[in-house]
C-alpha cells in the first residue's frame, strides 16, 4: 500500500484510533487516474490487466477500491454488506469497468471506495476524508501532503503538526525489517487479517454490482 508510507496517513490513522474526532462513522477514499496505459504501463502488461480472463478479475474495481476497502476496514472493521457500482464509462478500447465504487454498510456507519481510470487531472485524487462524531480529518495525497482537522471549535479546519516518522514506518523494506525482527509497532494498513479482509470486501463488491444486489459478508457459499 504505497499510502501506508504517508507521514500524514499514519498520523490521521493514529489519530481516530485514539479517540480524536469521537467514534468513527464514515471513511472517504478516491483513487484515481486517467489510466494504466497513460500512467505509463507497458503494452505488456495492459494487456494482461485489460483481460478479465487472465487476471482473474476485473478492472478499476479490484485495481483501485482496494485502498479505499483496507482503510475501512482498519477504521471501523468488517461491514455487514457490501454494495457497488462500476462500469466502462469512457474507454471504449478496453472490455474491463474503468470505474467502480464500493459502499460499505456498518450497523453505526458506512465507507465509499471508489476507482477510476479516467479521470483528467489530480484534483480529488487519493484524498482520503474521516469523518468522526467530533471531528473530521481530510489527508491530502502525497509526500509532502498535509493533515487536517476540523471541529465544532474549528469548523474551517487546521494543520495537524506531524511528528517525526520513526524509520521504521518510512517504507515497506525497513517496516518488514522491523516486524521480522521482533518490532512491535506494525503498520495497521499491513496486518494480514486487515489485508485479508480487504479482499473479501472486493470479491463482495464484484458479486453485488455482477448480481446487482447488496451483498452480506462474510461471504458464503
Not at 478499476?60 to 466502462?88: E, F, I, K, T, W
Not at 458506512?110 to 471531528?135: F, N, P, V
Request: glycine letters at 10%; hydrophobic letters at 40%.
Amino acid at each position: 500500500w504505497p499510502f501506508a508510507w504517508w507521514p500524514q496517513m499514519q498520523h490521521a490513522i493514529r489519530l481516530a484510533q485514539e479517540g480524536t474526532i469521537g467514534r468513527v462513522w464514515n471513511v472517504k477514499y478516491r483513487a484515481a487516474h486517467a489510466g494504466p496505459k497513460e500512467l505509463g504501463c507497458s503494452d505488456e502488461f495492459c494487456e494482461w490487466l485489460f483481460d478479465p480472463q487472465l487476471n482473474g478479475s476485473g478492472g478499476a474495481l479490484m485495481d483501485y477500491c482496494c485502498y479505499g476497502a483496507v482503510l475501512a476496514r482498519v477504521l471501523l472493521g468488517m461491514p455487514a454488506s457490501v454494495a457497488s457500482l462500476m462500469g466502462n464509462f469512457c474507454k471504449d478500447s478496453i472490455s474491463v469497468e474503468d470505474n467502480a465504487l464500493i459502499a460499505m454498510k456498518y450497523p453505526q456507519g458506512m465507507a465509499t471506495a471508489e476507482a477510476s481510470w479516467t479521470q483528467i487531472g489530480k484534483l480529488t485524487s487519493y484524498t482520503t476524508a474521516i469523518y468522526g462524531t467530533e471531528g473530521t480529518l481530510l489527508v491530502e495525497p502525497r509526500d509532502g501532503g498535509r493533515l487536517l482537522l476540523a471541529t465544532e471549535t474549528d469548523p474551517e479546519g487546521s494543520p495537524v503538526e506531524l511528528p517525526e516518522q520513526p524509520l521504521h514506518l518510512r517504507d515497506s523494506a525497513a517496516h518488514f525489517l522491523h516486524v521480522i525482527s521482533g518490532g512491535e509497532d506494525q503498520m495497521p494498513l499491513c496486518e494480514a487479517e486487515a489485508c485479508r479482509d480487504a479482499q473479501e470486501i472486493l470479491e463482495a463488491g464484484l458479486a453485488a454490482s455482477r448480481d446487482g444486489r447488496e451483498v452480506g459478508l462474510p461471504i458464503t457459499t
